[in-house]
């Protein structure tokens, strides 16, 4: 692969991690579930960073009836700093939806439909599922170039860092499905 080129899809079924010396505040520290990669970009969704939002303001926004206090009081995740007005559920597959498209080798969905919504309010939406506002987006040849400095580490991904790890601890665990210990990780890489 030269600089200026791209293998679609060699991101795909991937978290991006940030390394430690990640200068951006809006990603330092930050995991993100790549949904789409290709010669023209790339778009993934931040699973770590918790917004000012919980799930019933946005039922309420949208005017989605749910009785469910504890489903209510959960959090909305900030996606990324594109399109913060939109928003993505990340769920377990199964039910189809109006709008998903299946990522990680069909092990989540991503849907972008009212309709899940409607489903998770009612006690009837996929069994795992987190909500975010706004994505993470790269224009070509972008994130390449982030890779080659070294800002970023690629792991496959996993279902249980995605939707079971507390929010404080992806990062960590991320980053250890490597198999490197993170006091190892410096805050500047090279190249061979």
Same mark, same amino acid.
């Given at each position: ?21 990640? *200068?951006?505040?809006? /990603?330092?520290? @930050? ?18 960073? $918790? ?19 504890? *489903? ?24 189809? /939806? $109006?709008?998903?498209?299946? *990522? ?8 972008? @439909? ?14 795992? /599922? ?27 991904? %996993?279902?249980?860092?995605? /939707? ?16 490197? %210990? ?11």
């Amino acid at each position: 692969m030269t600089d200026d080129q791209t293998i679609d899809g060699y991101l795909d079924n991937q978290l991006l991690v940030a390394m430690p010396g990640m *200068l951006d505040p809006g /990603f330092a520290r @930050s995991v993100t579930l790549m949904c789409q990669h290709t010669s023209e970009g790339a778009i993934g969704i931040t699973i770590n960073r $918790e917004s000012s939002f919980t799930l019933g303001e946005i039922f309420d926004q949208l005017k989605v009836e749910c009785e469910d206090e504890a *489903l209510r009081a959960q959090p909305v995740l900030e996606g990324g700093p594109v399109s913060p007005e939109r928003g993505f559920v990340l769920h377990s597959p199964g039910r189809g /939806f $109006e709008s998903s498209m299946n *990522l990680a080798g069909g092990s989540i969905a991503v849907t972008t @439909s009212r309709d899940v919504l409607a489903a998770i309010a009612a006690g009837e939406g996929p069994d795992q /599922f987190l909500v975010a506002l706004g994505y993470a987006g790269w224009t070509d040849g972008q994130l390449e170039a982030e890779l080659r400095e070294n800002a970023w580490l690629s792991v496959p991904t %996993d279902q249980t860092i995605v /939707f079971d790890a507390p929010l404080a601890e992806r990062w960590n665990r991320a980053v250890g499905n490597l198999g490197v %210990d993170i006091s190892h990780l410096h805050d500047h890489g090279g190249r061979a």
